[in-house]
């Protein structure tokens, strides 16, 4: 309001802790099972994969960003690494072979085709 003009407010997110993290992480599998087609202990897994995520797992909204993009870097990480992590997941065999077939079909990687 008109009492608050000139003033500037910030918001500071504490880090979340470990518990906080973990149950984040279900909360976004449960919730977005349907689009990304994972479930919490394959973003954990995924997670762990890439350890220059560091601290991106503690801030909230880093860890939103980087939950809603993790499907997508591991596909695109197999495929342009020729390296397969389909041997023990299934389901990731279905959604590497999708990001393939759509990646070819976008011509997202050229070299690819």
Same mark, same amino acid.
């Given at each position: 309001g008109p009492a608050l003009r +000139?003033?500037?407010? +910030?918001?500071?997110?504490?880090?979340?802790?470990?518990?906080?993290?973990?149950?984040?992480?279900?909360?976004?599998?449960?919730?977005?099972?349907? $689009?990304? +087609?994972?479930?919490?202990?394959?973003?954990?897994?995924? $997670?762990l994969q890439f350890p220059q995520l560091g601290d991106l797992r503690c801030e909230p909204l880093l860890l939103f960003i980087t939950l809603s993009v993790l499907p997508g870097l591991v596909a695109a990480t197999a495929l342009t690494s020729g390296k397969s992590k389909t041997q023990k997941n299934p389901r990731l065999s279905r959604f590497y072979l999708q990001v393939d077939a759509k990646a070819k079909e976008d011509d997202v990687f050229p070299s690819l085709k």
């Open positions: +000139g003033f500037v407010c +910030g918001i500071h997110l504490l880090p979340f802790s470990d518990d906080q993290t973990q149950t984040f992480i279900e909360t976004f599998a449960n919730k977005t099972t349907a $689009l990304y +087609g994972w479930e919490a202990a394959q973003y954990r897994e995924a $997670l």
